[in-house]
């Protein structure tokens, strides 16, 4: 592993393997075995495959398989907003659904289009946590001769993720099974 941690992070080594942990903002996830990972002043930590090889110079993947995790910090966005509406059925966004990660909903977005298969990505999925203070983003590019196995990867990373954040009074409404937006109609 190289380079730095974003704020608040830190690796534990673990009998099951290396475990990235912020207790900060109540996030944790396992590294996938024999992946490197490496840490990125600004936000960032790239999870790459055993086998993962880039071009020097223009630093594009000519093989293997990477995860992204990005925290933007103060960012609430409208992001819990966005996962209630879809959630009861306001919007229907072709490319987005709603997934539980450790029992949370999170926004998926798959994108697919002309620039991403011009690079050889059949697709991008990207899953998205909103916390009140914090979002977390997890990134992946599905390319299209290692599919299957960068799609296993990434759900099975997935499954690694575990969110430990504590809604306080006031934030609670957001987890709140009955809360419904009124949209506004007129």
């Keep these: 592993n190289l380079g730095v941690l974003p704020k608040g992070f830190i690796e534990k080594e673990t009998p099951e393997g290396v475990i990235l942990e912020n207790k900060e903002i109540g996030v944790s996830f396992k590294v996938p075995k024999n992946w490197e990972f490496i840490g990125y002043l600004d936000n960032f930590i790239d999870l790459k495959s055993p086998d993962y090889k880039s071009d020097n110079k223009s630093f594009k993947r000519i093989r293997g398989c990477l995860i992204r995790v990005s925290v933007f910090h103060r960012s609430y966005s409208n992001l819990i907003d966005e996962v ?4 009861n059925g306001f919007i229907h966004p072709e490319n987005k659904e709603i997934i539980k990660i450790s029992g949370y909903d ?32 997890f990134l992946t590019y599905i390319f299209q001769e290692e599919e299957e196995k960068c799609t296993e990867a990434f759900n099975k ?19 709140r099974e009955d809360f419904i937006i009124e949209e506004n109609i007129g």
Excluded at 84 to 87: E, G, L, Q, T
Excluded at 116 to 129: C, H, M, Q, R
């Design 106 to 137: 999170t926004l998926k977005t798959t994108e697919q289009n002309k620039r991403l298969l011009e690079e050889g990505i059949k697709e991008s999925i990207i899953i998205e946590i909103p916390l009140p203070e914090t979002r977390i983003k």
């Design 157 to 175: 990373f997935l499954e690694t993720v575990s969110i430990d954040y504590i809604f306080d009074e006031a934030e609670t409404w957001s987890k």
């Design 84 to 87: 209630n509406r879809i959630k």
